[in-house]
C-alpha cells in the first residue's frame, strides 16, 4: 500500500503531521513562518536538510502529496 503524502501550510507545531505520521502517512513538506514553531518541527520532524522554514520554503518535495492540510494563521 502506498503511504499517503500531505503538504502542511501554517503548520504551527504540527499536531496534524504527527497524527498523520502515526496513521502511516508522511508530511512531505512543512510551512511555518514562526522561528519557535520551525524549532518544534525540525525537532519533532528529522529533516533531512535541517534549514528552517521560511514562509514559501519546504524541506522535501510535494510530489505526488494529494493532501493539503492548513490551519487559521
Known amino acids: 500500500m502506498e503511504q ?9 507545531i504540527e499536531g496534524f503531521g504527527l497524527g498523520l505520521e502515526r496513521a502511516g502517512g ?7 513562518i514562526d522561528k519557535e514553531c ?3 518541527i525540525r525537532e519533532r520532524f528529522q529533516l533531512a536538510d535541517g534549514r528552517g522554514h521560511e514562509a514559501g520554503d519546504h524541506a522535501g518535495g510535494s510530489d505526488g502529496a494529494p493532501l493539503v ?4 494563521p
Open 4 to 12: 499517503l503524502g500531505a503538504v502542511s501550510l501554517f503548520a504551527g
Open 38 to 40: 520551525q524549532r518544534v
Open 69 to 72: 492540510s492548513g490551519s487559521s
Open 26 to 32: 508522511k508530511v512531505v513538506a512543512h510551512v511555518e
